[in-house]
């Protein structure tokens, strides 16, 4: 099961640095809207973004977790 506070450490320690929110959208902690702040997102696309922090959690999404909305900044984008 994956709670926010989880999905919270997991980004926080696999992109030291990073500014984390997590939205669990259902009440069922399978469906989260996760905003990251990072400096590792620099020079890359959205889809690329996307794909680092999917990448976090290997099989668990689109299993455990169910649904993963994300919105990915770097630290100058997001003030």
Do not use: C, N, W
């Amino acid at each position: 099961m994956f709670t926010p506070e989880k999905i919270k450490l997991i980004v926080e320690e696999r992109m030291p640095g990073s500014r984390v929110q997590v939205k669990d959208l259902t009440g069922t902690q399978d469906h989260y809207e996760l905003t990251v702040v990072s400096k590792d997102f620099q020079g890359k696309g959205l889809v690329e973004r996307h794909r680092m922090v999917y990448g976090l959690f290997g099989s668990a999404v689109g299993a455990e977790i169910h649904a993963l909305s994300v919105k990915a900044y770097t630290p100058e984008e997001f003030k």
